[in-house]
């Protein structure tokens, strides 16, 4: 089985600008997070934008979709901020790509820093894309949900079942 | 779906003795990777163990059997030394437990250092565990294998198929 | 000796806010980097304000110039923000403490994220208070300046004799 | 003023070897901990050798002492293993080196592991170097002592004064 990670910013992939202070976007983590969990699948990681998932608009959701829908990978793993993760999520659903696995999950924390979700996330995600049926699924908090039963609690920053 | 750890010690909960320079166990690391995972299934973490795995016996595995076997759950994660964990996955395979999905996972580098696999692999395994039918698995560098079909490279230090 | 350390906020102390995705204050980290150094010199840290240093006023500057010259040790180091600590060295100096050796650091990156310079920082600072003859100093980078002799440079983000 | 670090081993460059489970040696991790630091000093490092200190032996001292009486530098640090860091000091002191301060450090965490004093101490040792009058040093816990008013308290890992 091979599987495709397309990468599109979000918490996941933040990092520290020592000279503004600031959050910004280098270069994504999950080649590096590929290496260090000894993951041995078959993974082609393929950056197709590096935001904030609040700044994603239509056009930047199109972008995802068509490559979600155009790889040649029938399991999708996306990374992505978890703001408008959901949305995302129903935008996939809507283009009723036939026959592919694709599961969402991002982080709370940037990996860059010490107590990052993301390695335990990426592992979950890259998981769940491997079993689960055809679809679109949200893995966070060590959970999958439907794309259609699933939000995000903005005071807690936890997904939960609709 | 509620979750069963159990925790038999390996190189996942090794920590370092500064005084002697050797790696010993302490308490697991289990709860506080959940914590960092922000993991939200409802799973309980039990401490069978804490042993090198090149030191279990028969006598130990059967412990980890009976307590696969007694416990509530029937989704269980087994925290394990990579060295005999297919000996154990035997075992279990073995016991003929009905109904229960088992995932023995574990790590190639402590938790407790910075490098480790451990967080990718725990999240990895406890989502093999909620979606996978009944039976004995070993999840490792993000691929999961049926108790009879994996070994341990000792040569790489990966699993693979047989 | 006793060293007292003043804790003033600063990029050394700040820490990432899973929920709004900013920067913030909760408490000093100076405890905890005491303890991971295994410093066994005779301290007692006290946190005067936590601050960005870009946000501190000239009654800011007050009270930190009050807290130097009030506490009892003659040994003092301050954690502050990098932006402004030679401004707050310099109004150190303006107060003609008698007696004291005062040194000031702060970190480039938050010791919470896995790379900062902060531990490195606090190592040295500890150490230039011990035997720098009384004055006030900033201590970055490996280096320490009197404070009259030095100013960040802010394309660089690197501290520099004058 | 230019300064000579040499790397001798110890705790403070071990590694974990994921394949046999044993702490050993590859490359020093010195300039990765200058670069975190951000140190600008004008510093050289050079690996005499890579051996637990409990290792080390007379020739192996004779070839330190030589490194540090026979480099151009007036100001020269050296990691070394604390169990047997004390016994190379008085080797350092019985050379009479005349004009050198020479300062000893360690680590009682590798560094590769997250919880490692190494980065404080190497920013303690670096300070100290660079304005304690020509002598021998032992610079350990935030601390400095003369190298024959101090030893190892084998059971806390901690250096006192004697």
């Not at 990681?45 to 829908?69: F, H, K, N, W």
């Not at 592919?100 to 769940?128: C, E």
């Not at 959970?143 to 609709?162: H, I, M, P, Y």
Request: proline share 3%.
């Amino acid at each position: 089985m091979r599987i495709r990670i397309l990468v599109t910013g979000g918490t996941f992939d933040k990092e520290y600008d020592e000279l503004t202070g600031r959050l910004f976007f280098k270069d994504t983590h999950v080649p590096e997070m590929l290496r260090r969990g000894r993951c041995l699948l078959d993974v082609t990681a393929e950056t197709v934008m590096m935001v904030d998932s609040l700044d994603l608009d239509d056009e930047g959701r199109r972008q995802i979709v068509a490559r979600a829908a155009g790889c040649a990978e029938t399991a999708v793993v996306i990374s992505h901020g978890t703001d408008t993760m959901v949305q995302t999520a129903h935008a996939l659903a809507a283009a009723e790509i036939p026959g592919k696995t694709i599961v969402l999950t991002g982080a709370m924390v940037p990996y860059a820093f010490g107590s990052s979700d993301g390695l335990f996330n990426l592992g979950s995600a890259l998981s769940f894309v491997q079993v689960l049926p055809p679809g679109v699924y949200v893995a966070m908090n060590g959970q999958q949900f439907r794309w259609d039963r699933v939000r995000k609690n903005t005071a807690s920053g936890c997904f939960e079942a609709l």
